[in-house]
Every structure is written in structure tokens, then in C-alpha cells.
């Protein structure tokens, strides 16, 4: 049993964190629980015309007043990449079969769409992988990443605000990945390029419980030609090292003599190089005792508040939880006590569960 003072301390550091998650500066960008370090490009406002904008600072992509449309004066930029014409003299002609550009008019083009609020993600899962994108929780997108392991996906037509995104990669066998998450900033009328994502590889095992001495193979998919670390908890870690092969598959047949008795956890993470690692996968559990019993083809333990689905209770399930903090009808998985809405009663069953 938890003790109640145990239940206060949880409490009284979720308070915090749920105050502190609504007063989080608007441009912060929260990686996951591993620490991998994503990359966040604003494109309107970096200096150089991009997809979808007529200009950018200083760059007006070679148009002047005249191409414009007017007879002369200093075009400028406005702040959301769209043409100033307001310093231009002579009023454009207004086009022939369709409304002119915005802030003064377009000459001979027809009309220029507004920059759309947008969102791109790119990095790197399993090669032909499905990769899917969630947004405050929700299912919002998915793509298939290519033979080289390098997906994209991208989210447009965005209402301005933050945002809690979530992104997991599966497996050729169906394993999902631990979730990625992070929380970005949109800004009306500006693309936002999220790189660097890296999805931590899967993790299997052939046998739920092996007898001490033989060996435990751990198995799973991660990019492709990567080190694969693998981590297996006793009284002290264990470390393994592979490499994956092209297709991303890694295996590692780990000797169970080097443990005691009992029941152990593994784990993995992926790195390219130097510059590009993983976050700590997904948690899986085997028992070592007297006897080799194969496991079977799933095996999961479902946690109440485990949003993730990696058997494990902590921050990012609850970032994920407080966006939902009394809002109206939350979906039923965000809902642990069925009372059509979150409010602290929600917290406390995260907090029985609570596993960090």
C-alpha cells in the first residue's frame, strides 16, 4: 500500500507540474524522457524564401513594386512572409479573372494563397516502417518510412496555439516503439520544421522465462546499420552491443549465467554515428529460473494511465493527461475513472500506478 504521505508528495508535485505545463513560454520544446535533442526550424523568418512564402526578411525573392504591379517605390516583407506593398506608389491594376495578391494586389499571376500553419516532422524509424503522428493525443497523420529508414510527415491547415505531438514507429512483426513526445509552438502563417526524430528500436523476447545459464534471445527492429545497445537490470546492468542489418533487424543472444535468479527487464536504444541517438526503448520483462518456456507472441501489462504503452507510468503520460485537465468530453482512455471528465480524482489513479 501507498503510504498517505507518499500520495501527498505525489500530489503536491503534480500540482506544480500542472501549473507549471500551462505557464510554459509559448516557444519551449519538450523532448522526450530520453533527452534526445530534436531540431526546430521556423521557416518564415529565417532570412530565405521557402515553400509557401512570397518573401522572407530582406529576401524578397527578386520582386519589386514594378513586378508587382505598381509603378514604383520599396516593397518590403511583412512579418508572416507576405509582400508589403503599402510603400509602393500607384495602385496595381486590379487582375482580370481573379482577385489580386494580398496587401495591395498581384500583377499578371492571379491571386497568391496565404502562407499555410503548418507543421513538418522528418528523422529516422525503420526501413518501410509505419510511422504514426498524434496530436494532443489524437491520431492526426501517419506515413511509411523508406528503405533508408527517413520518413516525413507534415500537418497543415493549423490553428495557432501549442501543441502536444506524439510520433511511434512499427515494426515488421507489429511492435510499436515507446512514444516519441515533445511539445511545439505553431505560429499562424509559418511552416515549423520538427527534425532530428529518432524512434527508439523495438524490443522482443523468445522466451518468457529461460533456465539460468542457457541463453535469452533479444530481438527487435531499429534503423538500418545501427548500434544497438541493449540493457538487462539485475542487482547491477548489463550492457550488449549490435550492430542491425539492413533492414534494421538487430539480435542478441544474451548468456542468462551472468544473472541470479528472478525476473529482469531489458531495454535498447539506437545511435548513427555520433551525432545521432535514441531514447531508451520500450521496457520488456523475463524470468530467469529453472526451465526454458517460450514466450508467447504478446504479452502486455496494461497500467492505468500508461498512455504510452510501454509499462511504464511517468512525466510524459502525464503531460499527455493534463492537456485533457478539465476539459469537456475527454476521450474515455484519458477518462481512468469513467466520469466524462479529468480532474484530480485522474491524477491520483496515475499515481497508484506510478512507476517513473
Known amino acids: 500500500m501507498i503510504s498517505k504521505f507518499r500520495y501527498f508528495l505525489i500530489f503536491l508535485i503534480f500540482s506544480i507540474l500542472l501549473t507549471a505545463y500551462y505557464l510554459l513560454p509559448a516557444s519551449i520544446v519538450l523532448a522526450d524522457s530520453g533527452g534526445v ?30 513586378s508587382r ?10 512579418a508572416n512572409c ?12 486590379a487582375p482580370s479573372g481573379g482577385g489580386g495578391g494580398g496587401g495591395g494586389g498581384g500583377g499578371g499571376g492571379g491571386a497568391v494563397l496565404p502562407p499555410s500553419t503548418a507543421v513538418t516532422f522528418s528523422g529516422r524509424a525503420y526501413p518501410k516502417s509505419t510511422v504514426t503522428l498524434l496530436k494532443d493525443a489524437q491520431v492526426a497523420a501517419s506515413t511509411v518510412a523508406g528503405p ?80 544497438v545497445i541493449i540493457s538487462v537490470n539485475s542487482n547491477e546492468e548489463f550492457f ?28 535498447s536504444k539506437a545511435s548513427i ?5 535514441s531514447s531508451w526503448g520500450n521496457l520488456v520483462s523475463f524470468r530467469v529460473g529453472t526451465k526454458n518456456v517460450l514466450a508467447p507472441k504478446s504479452v502486455k501489462k496494461v497500467l492505468k494511465g500508461d498512455f504510452q504503452g510501454n509499462g511504464r507510468v511517468n512525466l510524459v503520460d502525464f503531460s499527455i493527461e493534463a492537456y485533457w485537465y478539465k476539459r469537456p468530453n475527454p476521450p474515455a482512455k484519458f477518462d481512468l475513472n469513467g466520469d466524462g471528465k479529468v480532474d484530480l480524482i485522474d491524477f491520483s489513479i496515475m499515481a497508484y500506478y506510478w512507476t517513473g
Do not use: W
Request: glycine letters at 12%; aromatic letters at 8%.
Open 37 to 66: 535533442r530534436l531540431t526546430v526550424t521556423i521557416l518564415c523568418g529565417n532570412g530565405v524564401v521557402d515553400t509557401g512564402e512570397q518573401c522572407d526578411g530582406s529576401d524578397l525573392a527578386g520582386a519589386t513594386c514594378v
Open 69 to 78: 504591379g505598381f509603378t514604383g517605390g520599396a516593397l518590403s516583407c511583412n
Open 82 to 93: 507576405t509582400f508589403n506593398t503599402s510603400a509602393c506608389t500607384s495602385a496595381a491594376p
Open 148 to 227: 533508408d529508414a527517413n520518413f516525413q510527415v507534415s500537418l497543415s491547415n493549423l490553428s495557432a496555439g501549442n501543441y502536444i505531438f506524439s510520433i511511434y514507429g512499427e515494426d515488421k512483426d507489429g511492435i510499436r516503439s515507446s512514444l516519441f513526445t515533445f511539445s511545439v509552438s505553431v505560429t499562424a502563417g509559418v511552416t515549423t520544421n520538427v527534425g532530428g526524430i529518432f524512434i527508439a528500436p523495438t524490443i522482443a523476447v523468445d522466451k518468457s522465462e529461460v533456465k539460468r545459464g542457457d541463453n535469452i534471445t533479444i530481438f527487435g527492429q531499429a534503423a538500418s546499420s545501427a548500434d
Open 240 to 267: 550488449g552491443k549490435t550492430i542491425s542489418d539492413k533492414n534494421g533487424v538487430y539480435l542478441y543472444n544474451f548468456d542468462t549465467s551472468l544473472v541470479d535468479y528472478g525476473t529482469h527487464i531489458a531495454k
Open 273 to 277: 554515428g555520433n551525432q545521432l541517438v
